[in-house]
Structures are given as structure tokens and as C-alpha cells.
């Protein structure tokens, strides 16, 4: 039947539809005359929906780059929100229309094998075959998601993929010991941006002096260099980045990352990164996704890991937007991880959650953690909406810009573990106590929602050995994480220092996001002038809803030192008073928000280099 005259729409159900572009295959998957041609047509169905995604969040790069032209910060916006939610839209709505059209895909594990052999034969040779693969190994979790019929996050021709950071994504360019301007000039060029920069001579002889100093700094200064830039702009939010590196004999490297804003009178450049710590900051998980220019992933991943080689692979591939990609390559390190140490995963340092079961080997780089199928007696709460309700918080996370204040989240589904990985320990707690989505069998354990985050030490344990310097630091970074999450009315209403993280280089996170709400629905409250002994009862007392009094914060956050204590008031006193909240509520509701900076305001221009 042509595409043309074939009207699904009066065959599905009225929660069912859809797009034009599968109109041919479920035509022809309704007519098929046998299993073996009903095969074919899923796997070229599914390639279908895969193809139009892809050539969906490929476009999404230069629409990135076009909006930071024109400065349209909305679309911006909007155009990492669809980036991220693109692919799991297909699939979502590509599920239910194979199971209506073919129920064979649920109901017969040799019905799909077919149809991977068959796929795979169709994607045979291709740059992004694994990102293809992942696709339908989503499709079929999707249509399995019901059941306990695991599959897994793998590709292993994946692996060939990522050998070294190839020269098909950055330009070469010989250097003396120092950097020229018109050096730079070039360097600068390599987005190809239709508007011009408001200054570019001079942009180009700061930048070239600051790269200059830092080499002279090295023992560069009499030394021969080449630079390697990536032949592509860095896009996200109202930003964009130039990145690469200089090369400098016996394999040492510098790092750069050249920031740059569009504001007044046109393009120029903010900030000169030198160091790996600052370069893996602002490619942190911790912050939205990338969009680059550039359509060759697996070397761009490999050149951004050789200059920040403390990331683990799959987060590179996560930050510039490959997160399905970026899902398989988590899996091939944590069993590398457990491969390498021997170790098995077992219950983390810190304190044992309420509502997540977390598990971990202790060199892993990572943290595993499932919900409970109900919270402990501990919780601090008087009601617990469920499993998918927690859930849909930790994926509400991973959808918004984090602000460099809250860990990504890698949530997996349908995903099996081989036994021998776990303590026994922690395999008892997970069956008892989270049984409606862990189970064991034969030799393995079996997930229906996995989270991975990276892992960070909680902050009541960094605190108990930290130096008195660098506990200071992560009392003051503590107060700018729950401003920065305010800032993206996000309202954590268990501010209890046990929630967070601290980084190696001191950066404090939120991981814990069960008690999430977003600030614009909080209502902002205080006892303050009420005296002891009086005994009418606080209007608040009976409102519904989420109630926060500021004053409580610092007995809240468990800091059990004074001096800290006495710390964070002085640097972050305005958390304790209503104005504070209740201003930025009023700047949410206005589309007004405060600028989060994502590198030190030491590594930006001057204004004396500027002027």
C-alpha cells in the first residue's frame, strides 16, 4: 500500500501517533507475507527513525552556532534542550508502534536477534555504526520495559573507533617560542563566524601575549612549538570556546581554551585557559552539553582525553552530546576498572541514603545507585511518591543546564552486571530491599534503573581530615553550589551537608536529587520575630506545599565546626534571609537569572590588557 493512502491513525490507539517518515514501513509491515520479511522491514524501519534523528541533532551544531551569531540566547536554549531530548523521543514513540504493528518484537528474543543481524548488515562500514547500534538496542528496551529481559550496553567495533585523536579534526600550526598575533588571528578564525569580531587585532595580541607568558613560564621560551587547534567551535548557552593544545617536546603539551562572548558591539574573547584542571572544569558533566562543529566524534573525544586525561571516556563523549555513545563506553571502563583492581563494588564511604542504595569499588571512578522500593525509617519526609517519581528528578538533571553545581547523571535501563562484580553484601541490601527493580538471575544482576554519577567524596567526610585551608574552600564552594542551583530554580529541600560533594580540585556538588523542587513553587517563610514561650502556632504550619525558612540553613548543613560555621555565614549570610530567596523567586518568574561563570575571573582579560 503507498505511503501515501495508508492511515495508521485509524488502526492505533488514541495514545498513539505518528510521523510521516514510518508511514511506509508499517504499511508494509501490516502486508508482510512472512516472519523473514517482517524482520527486514523492523530493521529498516528502526534505521529509518535513527537516520531522521541523526540527521536531526547533526543540524544542531550550526543552528548552536547561528544563535550565538545573532545572540537569540532563547534559542540557544532551546536548542540544548532538543538535543537532548530528540533521541529519546524517537525511540519512545518508534516502541509502542512496533509492538502494535508486529507484536512478534515482545514477545520472541529470536525475532530480535534476527532483526540486529539484519541491521547490522545495513549499518555495515559506517562512521557512527555504534551510535546506530545503540539506537536500536534502545528501541528494544523500550518495547522490553515491562519485563526483566535485560540488553546490553555494547558495541565492540566501538573500541577500534578510538585510537587516537586524528588530524581530520584539528589544524597544525608551527610555532616559534613565542606566539604571534597573527597567529592567533588564523586561530581565531577557525569557527568561520558570518559576524566579525569587535576587535580582532587586538583580541589576537592578548591572547597571543597571555599563551606566551605561560610557555616562557614552562621553559618554553627558547623551544620550537606546533599548535593544534579543533577545526570547530564549542557551543553552549551564551558561550563559545576555541580548543586545542601546543605541543612541547619529550610529549609535554599546554592545554588551550580560548572563551568567547557576543555582547555590544560584537564577538570577542573573554578568557585564555592554560591549565587541564580549568579545561576539565568547563567540560565538567556538571554543565550542559556541548555542540561542536565538527561531525567526527570518536577523534574529537580522544583529542579532548589526551588534554584532560583525569575525565573518563565516556563522560567526554556525554559532554559533546554523544550520551548513548557515551553509556557504552561507561560500561567498557567500570569493567575495565574492576578488571584492573580486583576489587568488587561494595557500600561507599560516606552515610547510607534514605532513598538510594549507592555502590562502588573503592579505585572506581564511578558510583552506581539504585532506588529503594521504599525509603528508610530515616526519611526525613511524610510522604514518598515512588520509584519513577524519584527518577523522573534524576532525569529532570540530566535535561538542564546543571550550572557546574549539580553531577550529571547516566541513567541506564534494562542493564545486566555478572554477580561476581558485587560484594555479597550489597547484593543482599539491593534484593531485599530494592526487589521491585533489581533481581538475580542465573549469575546475574539484573537492573530495570541503573544511575551512574562520577564520584565525589561527600562533604561531612572530606571535612573530618581536610586542611583547615581546604576545608575553608569547601564551605565557601558549598554556598556558591546552592546559589548557582537556585539559579536554575532548582531548590534542594533537604539542605543537609550530607547531599554533597567535593571534587579533587575542591568543587562542591549536589548528587542526591530525591528531595528536588523547583524554587519558584517554594514557599518562603521565617519564625524570625517570634518570641520563645509564645504559643500560637505559625500560620505556615498549615499551608500546604514545600515550606523553607532561610534561618534554618546553617543547623541544617551539619557543619559541626565553628570556625566554618562563622566561615559560610560571613561569605553567604544572605542564604539565611528571606530577601535572598524570595528576590531570586521574583528574578525566576521574570526570565531574569544571574550570569554562572564556568572558569576562574583570574583567566579572564583584563581590563588593563583590553583597554
Known amino acids: 500500500m503507498p505511503a501515501e493512502t495508508f492511515d495508521p491513525s485509524s488502526k492505533l490507539p488514541d495514545n498513539l ?45 550550526r543552528l548552536a552556532k547561528r544563535a550565538f551569531e545573532q545572540r537569540a540566547w532563547q534559542t540557544s536554549l532551546e536548542l540544548s534542550q532538543e538535543r537532548l531530548s530528540t533521541y529519546s523521543t524517537s525511540v519512545t514513540k518508534l516502541a509502542p508502534l ?7 518484537v515482545q514477545g520472541k528474543d529470536a525475532f530480535w536477534k534476527e532483526v540486529e543481524r539484519h541491521y547490522l548488515s545495513l549499518i555495515d562500514g559506517w562512521y557512527h555504526a555504534d551510535l546506530a547500534f545503540a539506537f536500536v538496542h534502545s528501541t528494544r528496551r523500550m518495547v522490553y520495559q515491562d519485563q526483566w529481559r535485560p540488553v546490553a550496553y555494547s558495541y565492540d567495533e566501538a573500541k577500534e573507533k578510538r585510537a587516537s585523536p586524528s588530524s581530520q579534526v584539528y589544524r597544525e600550526f608551527p610555532c616559534g617560542p613565542e606566539v604571534s598575533p597573527a597567529l ?10 558570518a559576524e566579525g569580531y569587535r576587535d580582532l587585532a587586538g583580541d589576537a595580541e592578548r591572547v597571543a601575549a597571555r599563551i606566551s607568558a605561560a610557555l616562557a613560564g614552562r621553559g618554553g621560551a627558547t623551544a620550537e612549538h606546533t599548535i593544534q587547534m579543533i577545526d570547530a567551535g564549542f557551543y553552549r548557552n551564551r558561550g563559545a570556546y576555541v580548543i586545542g593544545r601546543i605541543l612541547q617536546g619529550e610529549g609535554g603539551y599546554m592545554p588551550i581554551a580560548i572563551a568567547l562572548l557576543n555582547e555590544g558591539e560584537g564577538i570577542y574573547v ?8 580549568e579545561l576539565q572544569f568547563i567540560f565538567s558533566s556538571t554543565l550542559a552539553n556541548f555542540h561542536v562543529t565538527s561531525a567526527h566524534y570518536h577523534e574529537l573525544t580522544a ?29 567498557q571502563e567500570l569493567e575495565g576498572e574492576l578488571q584492573r583492581s580486583g576489587e568488587v563494588l561494595e557500600t561507599p564511604v560516606g552515610f547510607r541514603g534514605s532513598v538510594a542504595i549507592a555502590f562502588s569499588a573503592p579505585s572506581s571512578s564511578f558510583v552506581l545507585k539504585v532506588i529503594r522500593d521504599t525509603p528508610t525509617e530515616s526519611y526525613k519526609w511524610d510522604t514518598f511518591d515512588g520509584v519513577e517519581a524519584v527518577l523522573r528528578k534524576y532525569g529532570r538533571v540530566h535535561e538542564i543546564n546543571r550550572t557546574g553545581s549539580m553531577l550529571d547523571n547516566i541513567i541506564f535501563h534494562n542493564v545486566e552486571l555478572p554477580q561476581d562484580w558485587f560484594a555479597a553484601d550489597v547484593l543482599d541490601d539491593l534484593l531485599a530491599n530494592a526487589a521491585g527493580t533489581v533481581a538475580l538471575q542465573a549469575g546475574r544482576v539484573i537492573f530495570k534503573n541503573l544511575i551512574v554519577q562520577l564520584k565525589v567524596m ?77 504559643e500560637d502556632v505559625p500560620d505556615w504550619v498549615f499551608e500546604d506545599g514545600v515550606i523553607f525558612l532561610p534561618e534554618e540553613i546553617e543547623a541544617g548543613l551539619r557543619i559541626d565546626d565553628r570556625a566554618l560555621r562563622r566561615h559560610f555565614r560571613a561569605l553567604h549570610g544572605d542564604l539565611m534571609t528571606t530577601a535572598y530567596w524570595e528576590g531570586l523567586q521574583a528574578a525566576l518568574g521574570e526570565g531574569r537569572v544571574p550570569r554562572i561563570s564556568t572558569y576562574p575571573e583570574e583567566r579572564r582579560l583584563s581590563h588593563a590588557e583590553m583597554a
Open 458 to 534: 561527600p562533604l561531612p567526610v572530606f571535612l573530618e581530615t581536610a586542611s583547615p585551608e581546604d576545608a575553608a574552600t569547601a564551605v565557601a564552594n558549598l554556598g556558591y553550589c546552592i546559589k548557582n542551583n537556585a539559579a536554575a530554580n532548582i531548590f534542594n529541600k533537604d539542605l543537609d551537608g550530607r547531599n554533597y560533594g567535593v571534587s579533587k580540585i575542591l568543587k562542591v556538588y549536589l548528587f542526591d536529587y530525591d528531595a528536588l523542587e523547583p524554587l519558584t513553587e517554594v514557599k518562603i517563610r521565617t519564625n524570625t520575630g517570634r518570641y520563645d514561650g509564645e
Open 98 to 104: 512496533l509492538q502494535f504493528f508486529c507484536p512478534e
Open 270 to 277: 573573554d578568557a585564555v585557559l592554560l591549565e587541564s584542571d
Open 303 to 331: 583529542f579532548l582525553r589526551a588534554i584532560m586525561p583525569k575525565r573518563p571516556l565516556g563522560l567526554h563523549y556525554s559532554t559533546i552530546g554523544f550520551n548513548h555513545v557515551g553509556k557504552v563506553a561507561v560500561m
Open 184 to 193: 592567533v588571528e588564523e586561530i581565531l578564525s577557525l569557527p568561520g563566524f
Open 17 to 61: 501517533h505518528v510521523e510521516a517518515i514510518k508511514y511506509a514501513g508499517l504499511s508494509e509491515l501490516e502486508h508482510a507475507s512472512d516472519e523473514a520479511e517482517r524482520i527486514e522491514i523492523v530493521a529498516r524501519l528502526i534505521l529509518d527513525v535513527f537516520q531522521d534523528y541523526y540527521a536531526r541533532s547533526r543540524a544542531i551544531p
